[in-house]
């Protein structure tokens, strides 16, 4: 994913946000594939944001160890050591979870001076006392005892481990006084009133912090949180063991001093600004605050505070193949101060992420890079213009790989490209199955070249022999087991069997019966379809009829001869036969209709 982009800025974020995989990634990219990383300051960042002794900061060109000039107060720090049988899991690289505990109680010590204390005690059921409170120089060259804790018993009793360690720290005349307490986030038994015993250590100025071997969804994750919380500490989970030594280290970098300097500074800027920009001017408003760190001697400081301390606030540096920037001040927010303001502080925040991208990738005058498929691997070429005297028998080209697969860390490795002919240089690079490369050319003046990703989707063993015939493989592979080969994919739907599938005709049947049912509740109450049907059968009225219009000739016939009397011709009609019934009569289907018409309009 990172290889789409030409730099990363990370601005103001805590570490552990990001996590420890992200970070190793992000390092590794920037160092053998050519990216460029920019890192910002605020409270979230550099040391108080978790960055110390993460894998990130060896990328970074400043760098964040304790030092005692820095330090206005003594520490007295008792660790508490989770020592139950589930230590005794074994984690990659050979060690089991106690090993990894007892390596970061000794970083803990490496990183304290000689004017801090420090005991360890070892909890299961009990809590057993393995070096007493004393002052750090009687301890340095004794690490075999903190080293020497094995795992055994039960699960740590919580209240007795606060207890062992309460009792240690009384009576210390230091400064800080801090409890670090780790155990498993799954198996932390018996706390008992540990409110009560936590808040009489707050009392007496003593803080608790605790790091937990599992994550925030463990069963006991909440106790361990509630214990940080009433303790005035921090609390760090991690399910990867191989993170404890560091969050040793963090809890005790950050318990040890404050790095978050809130006195406004004035930015001093040094000779190298015209390496970051020409357009910048000399002077710029004070930054509202910044993180303490320190220059590394590679590297490069644009800008440094105007104070006793004189930290960098502005500096670069080249990381491998790549490239790091960092401005400890805060970039935006309540603490950017008036630097946020400046007149130019877009030319400024724009530098810098021109420096983070990189200078535009086009190769180098006279040079190809090239990268094709091969069987099992991938082949890169560089291909030379010979005709250029400078460019005849160019030596110290080299390919950085970087590999990664799911869950592992990523692995690099630097191989030199050798002359394949007069005027190419080239090297195959195999593939495993699963596993990405990105491949970056390295030339001699420093200049690199990065590659596009690549990938293969299958393992090397399951590939077509050289110069095989797959078709013809295709179809041995179809006539042994009794199928055919379909080279065409249209004919796949003609050679598809048909075949009967049965259609439940029950829902079609429910929904006529429905629609029947209303419409028989229509036709009861309007009587629609039976008034149609009545009209079209019955025939139309004699009244209704309109005779023939006689010709004159007709109607003169039609006058009665002489002796005829007038009255005949308005005879009455015959009566009606006996059996009809009278015209005037309506039977009571009709009569009922008729009165529902009439409601109904």
Same mark, same amino acid.
């Given at each position: @994913?990172?290889?789409?982009?030409?730099?990363?800025?990370?601005?103001? #974020?805590?570490?552990?946000?990001?996590? +420890?995989?992200?970070?190793? /990634?992000?390092?590794?990219?920037?160092?053998?594939?050519?990216?460029?990383?920019?890192?910002?300051?605020?409270?979230?960042?550099?040391?108080?944001?978790?960055?110390?002794?993460?894998?990130?900061?060896?990328?970074?060109?400043?760098?964040?160890?304790?030092?005692?000039?820095?330090?206005?107060?003594?520490?007295?720090?008792?660790?508490?050591?989770?020592?139950?049988?589930? /230590?005794?899991?074994?984690?990659?690289?050979? &060690?089991?979870? /106690?090993?990894?505990?007892?390596?970061?109680?000794?970083?803990?010590?490496? /990183?304290?001076?000689?004017?801090?204390?420090?005991?360890?005690?070892?909890?299961?059921?009990?809590?057993?006392?393995?070096?007493?409170?004393?002052?750090?120089?009687?301890?340095?060259?004794?690490?075999?005892?903190?080293?020497?804790?094995?795992?055994?018993?039960?699960?740590?009793?919580?209240?007795?481990?606060? &207890? @062992?360690?309460?009792?240690?720290?009384?009576?210390?005349?230091?400064?800080?006084?801090?409890?670090?307490?780790?155990?498993?986030?799954?198996?932390?038994? =018996?706390?008992?009133?540990?409110?009560?015993?936590?808040?009489?250590?707050? @009392?007496?100025?003593?803080?608790?912090?605790?790091?937990?071997?599992?994550?925030?969804?463990?069963? !006991?994750?909440?106790?361990? &949180? !509630?214990?940080?919380?009433?303790?005035?500490?921090?609390?760090?989970?991690?399910?990867?063991?191989?993170?404890?030594?560091?969050?040793?280290?963090?809890?005790?970098?950050?318990?040890?001093?404050?790095?978050?300097? #809130?006195?406004?500074?004035?930015?001093? *800027?040094?000779?190298?600004?015209?390496?970051?920009? !020409?357009?910048?001017?000399?002077?710029?408003?004070?930054?509202?605050?910044?993180?303490?760190?320190?220059?590394?001697?590679?590297?490069?400081?644009?800008?440094?505070? %105007?104070?006793?301390?004189?930290?960098?606030?502005?500096?670069?540096?080249?990381?491998?193949?790549?490239?790091?920037?960092?401005?400890?001040?805060?970039?935006?927010? +309540?603490?950017?101060?008036? *630097?946020? %303001?400046?007149?130019?502080?877009? =030319?400024?925040?724009?530098?810098?992420?021109?420096?983070?991208?990189?200078?535009?990738?086009?190769?180098?005058?006279?040079?190809?890079?090239?990268? #094709?498929?091969?069987?099992?691997?991938?082949?890169?070429?560089?291909?030379?213009?010979?005709?250029?005297? =400078?460019?005849?028998?160019?030596?110290?080209?080299?390919?950085?790989?970087?590999?990664?697969?799911?869950?592992?860390?990523?692995?690099?490795?630097?191989?030199?490209?050798?002359?394949?002919?007069?005027?190419?240089?080239?090297?195959?690079?195999?593939? #495993?199955?699963?596993?990405?490369?990105?491949?970056?050319?390295?030339?001699?003046?420093?200049?690199? =070249?990065?590659?596009?990703?690549?990938?293969?989707?299958?393992?090397?063993?399951?590939?077509? @022999?050289?110069?095989?015939?797959?078709?013809?493989?295709?179809?041995?592979?179809?006539?042994?087991?009794?199928? +055919?080969?379909?080279?065409?994919?249209?004919?796949?739907?003609?050679?598809?069997?048909?075949?009967?599938?049965?259609?439940?005709?029950?829902?079609?049947?429910?929904?006529?019966?429905?629609?029947?049912?209303? *419409?028989?509740?229509?036709?009861?109450?309007?009587?629609?379809?039976?008034?149609?049907?009545?009209?079209?059968?019955?025939?139309?009225?004699?009244?209704?009829?309109?005779?023939?219009?006689?010709?004159?000739?007709?109607?003169?016939?039609?006058?009665?001869?002489?002796?005829?009397?007038?009255?005949?011709?308005?005879?009455?009609?015959?009566?009606?036969?006996?059996?009809?019934?009278?015209?005037?009569?309506?039977?009571?289907?009709? %009569?009922? &209709?008729?009165? +529902?018409?009439?409601?109904?309009?």
């Amino acid at each position: @994913a990172l290889a789409g982009y030409a730099g990363v800025v990370i601005e103001n #974020t805590r570490a552990d946000r990001l996590g +420890a995989g992200a970070l190793q /990634m992000i390092e590794a990219w920037v160092r053998h594939a050519g990216g460029g990383l920019l890192l910002t300051g605020g409270r979230n960042a550099f040391g108080v944001g978790g960055y110390y002794r993460s894998a990130l900061e060896p990328a970074l060109p400043v760098t964040m160890e304790l030092r005692r000039e820095h330090r206005k107060f003594s520490m007295a720090i008792v660790v508490a050591l989770d020592r139950s049988g589930s /230590m005794m899991a074994s984690v990659p690289g050979g &060690k089991t979870k /106690m090993d990894l505990a007892n390596l970061g109680t000794v970083e803990v010590l490496n /990183m304290l001076s000689g004017q801090d204390e420090m005991g360890v005690i070892a909890v299961d059921s009990l809590a057993h006392v393995v070096v007493n409170r004393a002052p750090v120089d009687t301890l340095r060259g004794d690490e075999r005892r903190i080293l020497g804790i094995q795992s055994m018993g039960g699960g740590i009793f919580i209240y007795e481990a606060l &207890k @062992a360690a309460a009792r240690e720290l009384n009576g210390s005349t230091a400064g800080v006084r801090h409890i670090l307490l780790f155990a498993d986030a799954a198996d932390s038994e =018996e706390p008992g009133n540990y409110q009560a015993l936590v808040a009489t250590a707050a @009392a007496a100025g003593i803080t608790v912090s605790v790091v937990g071997l599992g994550t925030p969804a463990d069963s !006991d994750a909440a106790l361990l &949180k !509630d214990i940080a919380e009433r303790g005035g500490g921090r609390c760090f989970f991690t399910d990867n063991a191989q993170e404890v030594p560091r969050l040793f280290a963090q809890d005790t970098f950050m318990v040890a001093r404050n790095t978050w300097v #809130t006195n406004a500074a004035v930015p001093r *800027f040094t000779v190298a600004l015209p390496q970051l920009s !020409d357009a910048l001017p000399s002077e710029a408003p004070p930054v509202g605050g910044y993180n303490l760190c320190y220059l590394r001697p590679e590297a490069t400081a644009v800008a440094v505070t %105007r104070d006793e301390n004189e930290a960098p606030l502005v500096a670069l540096r080249r990381h491998g193949t790549g490239r790091s920037a960092v401005f400890t001040g805060e970039a935006d927010g +309540a603490e950017a101060g008036a *630097f946020a %303001r400046w007149s130019a502080a877009g =030319e400024f925040y724009g530098a810098l992420a021109r420096y983070c991208a990189g200078p535009r990738q086009e190769g180098v005058e006279g040079l190809l890079a090239l990268q #094709t498929p091969i069987p099992g691997g991938v082949r890169i070429t560089v291909y030379a213009d010979t005709r250029r005297s =400078e460019l005849r028998g160019l030596n110290d080209v080299a390919v950085e790989t970087l590999r990664h697969q799911p869950g592992l860390p990523p692995r690099s490795e630097r191989l030199p490209l050798p002359w394949r002919t007069a005027d190419t240089m080239a090297i195959d690079i195999p593939l #495993t199955g699963g596993e990405t490369l990105l491949a970056t050319v390295v030339y001699p003046d420093g200049r690199s =070249e990065s590659l596009p990703p690549v990938c293969q989707p299958y393992s090397p063993e399951h590939a077509p @022999a050289a110069g095989s015939d797959g078709a013809a493989a295709l179809a041995a592979l179809a006539e042994a087991t009794g199928g +055919a080969q379909l080279a065409d994919v249209g004919s796949v739907w003609e050679a598809i069997p048909r075949g009967r599938r049965h259609v439940p005709l029950a829902p079609f049947f429910y929904l006529l019966a429905a629609v029947l049912f209303l *419409f028989e509740v229509f036709e009861r109450r309007t009587g629609w379809l039976d008034g149609r049907l009545r009209r079209r059968a019955a025939p139309p009225a004699a009244s209704d009829a309109q005779p023939p219009t006689p010709s004159p000739s007709a109607a003169a016939a039609s006058v009665p001869l002489s002796g005829t009397p007038a009255a005949a011709a308005s005879a009455p009609p015959p009566a009606p036969s006996a059996g009809a019934p009278a015209a005037a009569e309506e039977s009571p289907l009709a %009569r009922a &209709k008729r009165r +529902a018409r009439e409601r109904t309009g």
